[in-house]
């Protein structure tokens, strides 16, 4: 099946760093990836879609100069948790579509980032 | 703006019971339905996909969605305690290029 790997799946940071956080498709090419958000006892946000080759698409109220997102290659979409501050501490999810897939989302495996 | 509701629960069934969790969203272009399980600190793991009303039957999975009501169930049957979990809405517009907009999560607790 599917199989979206995330990377890394917890980091600590200081405050005023950036962070990069991977995502790849193993078996699959992904034309689509989405990123999302999760704060404790939250939903997923979507934050932007990046699409290969592509600028992301920004969801409203997302700084795109903060979350900087390249989607470089159909298997690998970053994302740069760029002068991160407290308030970015979240569980940063990603997930992929194939070409191949009948429109299956397949999440990462998350991202834990605290910000010290 | 697009919504999903849910309710947060969280929702205590009996181990053997069925589990009825509902959800209903706002935008009546939604073409594709998921409900996804998310266990503490892990990501969601897709546990059904419906994109036509009527039902949909997966094991001990069934859901059901109603368009005209712009509603979306799923039920538990033989509920087991490793189904306590939170479970999530998920709707989008039916492309590809579309990610998808969740509800809060139902919070799911089987008794031993």
């Known amino acids: 099946g599917a199989v979206v790997s995330q990377h890394p799946s917890r980091v600590i940071c200081k405050s005023g760093t950036s962070v990069k956080i991977e995502c790849r498709s193993l078996d699959f090419q992904a034309t689509t990836m989405f990123w999302y958000r999760q704060f404790p006892k939250q939903s997923l946000m979507l934050m932007a879609t990046s699409n290969e080759g592509s600028k992301a698409t920004y969801e409203q109220g997302v700084e795109k100069d903060k979350f900087l997102i390249n989607h470089a290659s159909l298997t690998l979409s970053t994302l740069t948790v760029t002068s991160a501050h407290p308030e970015d501490s979240s569980f940063y999810i990603c997930?992929?579509?194939?070409?191949?897939?009948?429109?299956?989302?397949?999440f990462g495996s998350g991202t834990r980032l605290t910000v010290v | 703006q697009k919504e999903v509701e849910q309710n947060s629960g969280p929702l205590s069934v009996p181990e053997g019971a069925i589990a009825s969790l509902n959800c209903t969203y706002s935008?009546?272009?939604?073409?594709?339905f998921f409900w996804y399980r998310q266990y503490s600190g892990k990501s969601p793991e897709l546990i059904m996909s419906i994109y036509s009303n009527g039902d949909k039957e997966d094991g001990r999975f069934t859901a059901q969605l109603n368009k005209a009501s712009q509603y979306v169930s799923l039920l538990i049957r033989d509920s087991q305690p490793s189904d306590s979990a939170t479970y999530l809405c998920a709707v989008n517009l039916g492309g590809g290029a579309d990610g998808l907009t969740f509800g809060k999560g139902t919070h799911l607790i089987i008794q031993p």
């Open positions: 997930s992929a579509e194939g070409r191949m897939t009948d429109y299956g989302y397949t």
């Open positions: 935008d009546r272009g939604s073409q594709s």
